[in-house]
Structure formats: structure tokens, C-alpha cells
């Protein structure tokens, strides 16, 4: 609408330019004296200025006129294509036109402009390579899909548009929500240009949407060698993946490729939390306890994490609460100072039943900015101390509405999911869950428990991810409850 008023405007300043123009030269005094031929025509400034423009037009005409005449003169002499190229020449012009408005107008937002010239472009140059995918991108600027995937299926037939042709249904599924459709579209496109940035980022979305981790690691690697990602962006990548992948060929029954798949994702990316812990299960499985120590010693100095702890407590199952504290001492020295040590030291501790010395680990974390775990920890050591119920409850009631601490955050969408995964079932986004610190206005619920790190048992990676689904947990304290010293399990 303001676009309209723009242009009437500026038709109307041109008016009135030319109107006040021609008045001007109409009241100008004087007269103009042509001399030719040994005469002289004296013509007021008016008529001379028409007669000039007169003049040029008619040196247009004669330049066509001419340019036919040539034409027709070839076409006699026996050339039989002059007189067509001649008209062909002059329709390709006015079709190479309207094409250029056609897309400026897409550019512009304006669908039913598009379409208009599109037409007309189609009808001057029957070029279909050319229109036809004008014609569907204003098709699907206007609301008609339907026409627009027709127009699309007709690219097909041409080999230098069938590209573009699969490029464009491949939109309209992923529009539609078809994501099967839209993955073997991508696949199919992929086989043509194998470097296309694109389509290789829509292709690993789509695989890695789908759970198929085997095939975005080919298009990750695909990536790699067009050069289209960092390479420590490319290894972190395909760390992810290979965890995904394992976990789903163990679910699978494929033990030896988990394996191999856990292992290469531990030793690309050793600060990988979900990938030290698969590693370490499959060599505590093989009795290889050293290499499990090794892994799981590397992640701990990298990105201390309460199912390192858990996997490391694995090792060795059937030791009292007392060897667990003494087997943990070295473990405990890589990051002494780091409030994740420190919390591990009380659990342990717990175990063992040592109040004073868990209270001592513990330290100054219940008086700083407090999480539901040192609140927890705090209420199991007052219980160990025999301290008043009054005094326990208050704890926990602190607990109930205390911040949960660090959670497996979504670095695109802030949501918080209860175990890791490749995939946010928020938004779906690739590796953006992290060991971080929400917001305060994000949404937690409590850990399955309130001290997970005195599992024996290293924490199980949910087999099978799904992006659509995250596991809900909620807390199950009552005012009549109060926690039980931690024992060994």
C-alpha cells in the first residue's frame, strides 16, 4: 500500500514537471532559426523541442525498419532462420523481462506478480528450466502447494533441473511435517550434489531426527571433506554420534560394534560425559578395570559429573562402604576443591557412616548459594548425628524448593531433560545438551534420587532416544519422611 502511494506520487511530481516544462518553453521569448538548403525556418522554442523528440523516434523506426529490411533481404538470398531470429531476438528480449520482474517480485513478497510474469515469460522464451521454477516459487509464496509440487515434479524431467526439482518437494514435505518423505528426497539429493551445504545439513537433521546414526555419520563425514565444518566441531560430532550409535546396537543385540563405537567416541572426545561412561561399561564387562580407571580418571578432570562417580563405583561392586572410600582417594585428589568432588567425598562418607568427617568434606557448600543435593546431604548428615527431627525437616522443606543444581541443559531452547541425549526432545536441536546451570525460570524436576553417585551400579544410557518423549520425574518426599544414612548398595 505505501509502495502504491510512492509511485502515484512520484507519477504525479513527473506531471507536473513536465506541464510546468512545456508552459516555460511556451513563454519563453525568442524563436529558433533553422537554416538548411539556403532556407531559413524561424519555429518558436516549442516546436523545436517537439521536432527533436519527433526526430529521434523517427530514427528509432528507421533503425528497426532496417534492421527488418536486413533480415528480410538474408531470408531472400536464402538464409531461411533470418526472419525467425530476427522476431525470435526481439520475444526473447521482452520474455528475458518479465523473468527479471518475475523474480524481483518474488524477492518482494508480491506472489501474484510473480505468477503474472512468470506466465508471461513462459510464453516468450518456452524455457520450462527457467519458469517452471519461478512459476512454483510463487506457487508457494501464494498458499497453492498443491501447483507448486507439480511444477516441481515436472523439474524432474530435466537433468540439469531435476536438483532443483527434488530440492523444492523436499520443502513441501518438510512443510507437510512427512520427514519420511523429506529424508528420502534429501537422500536422493545428496547423490547428486554431494558438497551442496544445504542439503547436507538438512540430510543430517533429518538422520539424526530419525535415529539413523550410522547414515549421519557418513553425512557428517560428507561435511567434513566439502570443508563445511571446523574440525574439532566435526570430532565432537562424530563422538555424539558414535555414543547414539552404540547405545542403539547394544540395544540391538550388537555387542561387538557397540563396543567399537563406545570406544571411538571416548577416545575422540574423552570430556564426553555419556561416551567415558559407555566406555568404562564395556571394559569393566571385559574385566579390563585398568582402562575403565584410565577413562574414567580423564573425563572426571575434564567435566567432574555424577555418573563418572556412579561408573566408577562400578568398578567394583562388592566392596564395603570403608574400601570404596579408601579406592576413591585417588580419584578424589584430581579436582579436590571442585564442589562436585567435594559432594562425592560426603556421599562416601555417608556410606561409611562417618558423620563428622562427610560433615567436614562437605564443608561451606550448605552455607553457600545451596542446591537440593547439599540440602540433602546436609538432612542425612543431621540424621547421622542425631540431630532433632525439626532440625532434618527443615532441610528437606529447604530441599523441596531449593534449585536442583546442574542439569542437562539445552543450550538452543533452555529446556532441561532428566538424562542426556543427542537429540533435544524440545527442539530438536543436535548436541546441545549440556552439564550446566539452569535458569531460575526454567522449569527442573528432581533427580530419580537425591544422591545418585552411591550407585553401585554405573548409570544405564536410555537405549532408545527419542526426540518427541523426555522421562518426567517427580519428587516423593513427605512431611513424615526423613532420609536414611546412605548405605553401600
Excluded at 191 to 209: D, G, I, V, W, Y
Excluded at 213 to 221: E, N
Excluded at 259 to 268: K, T, V
Excluded at 458 to 464: D, H, R, S
Aim: some cysteine; aromatic content about 6%; hydrophobic content about 45%.
Amino acid at each position: 500500500m505505501i509502495w502504491s502511494l510512492i509511485k502515484v506520487a512520484i507519477f504525479v511530481s513527473l506531471a507536473a514537471l513536465l506541464a510546468y516544462g512545456a508552459t516555460y518553453i511556451q513563454d519563453t521569448p525568442g524563436e529558433v532559426l533553422v537554416a538548411f538548403g539556403g532556407q531559413e525556418i524561424s519555429v518558436t522554442p516549442l516546436v523545436a523541442l517537439i521536432g527533436i523528440l519527433v526526430a529521434f523516434a523517427a530514427f528509432w523506426i528507421l533503425l528497426k525498419l532496417a534492421g527488418l529490411g536486413v533480415a528480410l533481404l538474408r531470408t531472400l538470398m536464402g538464409d531461411q532462420t533470418a526472419l525467425r531470429r530476427y522476431f525470435d531476438k526481439n520475444r526473447e528480449r521482452r520474455g528475458y523481462a518479465a523473468l527479471s520482474e518475475g523474480l524481483i517480485a518474488v524477492a518482494s513478497g508480491e506472489g501474484q506478480k510473480a505468477i503474472a510474469k512468470a506466465t508471461k515469460a513462459e510464453k516468450l522464451l518456452h524455457k520450462p528450466e527457467l519458469t517452471l521454477l519461478l512459476n512454483a516459487q510463487a506457487a508457494e509464496m501464494t498458499g497453492d502447494r498443491s501447483r507448486a509440487i507439480e511444477l516441481y515434479k515436472q523439474l524432474l524431467g530435466d537433468d540439469r533441473t531435476r536438483f532443483v526439482g527434488i530440492q523444492g518437494l523436499m520443502k513441501a514435505k518438510l512443510a507437510e511435517g512427512d520427514s519420511d518423505r523429506a529424508l528420502l528426497l534429501a537422500e536422493k539429493a545428496f547423490a547428486l550434489k554431494p558438497r551442496h551445504a544445504e542439503t547436507l545439513e538438512t540430510l543430517f537433521s533429518l538422520q539424526s531426527n530419525a535415529g539413523d546414526w550410522s547414515g549421519a555419520r557418513a553425512t557428517l563425514q560428507a561435511k567434513s571433506r566439502a570443508k563445511l565444518l571446523p574440525k574439532n566441531v566435526a570430532i565432537r560430532r562424530e563422538s555424539v554420534l558414535s555414543v547414539a550409535d552404540a547405545i542403539a546396537k547394544h540395544s540391538d543385540g550388537h555387542s561387538e560394534q557397540a563396543r567399537e563405537a563406545a570406544i571411538f567416541a571416548n577416545r575422540n572426545a574423552p570430556s564426553l560425559v555419556p561416551a567415558a561412561v559407555l566406555a568404562a561399561q564395556v571394559y569393566i564387562s571385559e574385566d579390563i578395570k585398568r582402562n575403565a580407571v584410565r577413562v574414567l580418571r580423564k573425563a572426571w578432570e575434564a567435566n567432574p559429573h555424577p555418573d563418572l562417580a556412579a561408573a566408577f563405583a562400578s568398578i567394583e561392586p562388592d566392596e564395603t562402604p570403608s574400601q570404596r572410600v579408601g579406592r576413591f582417594a585417588s580419584f578424589l585428589k584430581i579436582l579436590p576443591e571442585h564442589a562436585e568432588t567435594r559432594m562425592l567425598e560426603t556421599e562416601l562418607l555417608l556410606a561409611a557412616e562417618d558423620f563428622p568427617a562427610a560433615r567436614r568434606a562437605l564443608g561451606d557448600l550448605a552455607d553457600q548459594p545451596t542446591n537440593t543435593r547439599t540440602l540433602a546431604l546436609m538432612a542425612a548428615i543431621s540424621r547421622g548425628e542425631g540431630a532433632a527431627e525439626e532440625t532434618i525437616r527443615g532441610y528437606l522443606a529447604r530441599a523441596l524448593a531449593a534449585p536442583r543444581g546442574e542439569q542437562w541443559l539445552c543450550s538452543a531452547c533452555n529446556s532441561i531433560h532428566p538424562k542426556w541425549s543427542p537429540i533435544c526432545a524440545n527442539c530438536h536441536g543436535f548436541d546441545t545438551l549440556s552439564w550446566s546451570l539452569p535458569s531460575e525460570s526454567a522449569a527442573a524436576d528432581l533427580p530419580d534420587s537425591m544422591m545418585p553417585l552411591l550407585e553401585t551400579k554405573a548409570p544405564e544410557i536410555e537405549p532408545e532416544i527419542n526426540p518427541d518423549q523426555t522421562e518426567q520425574t517427580t519428587p516423593e518426599t513427605s512431611d513424615q519422611e526423613t532420609p536414611e544414612p546412605p548405605t553401600s548398595r
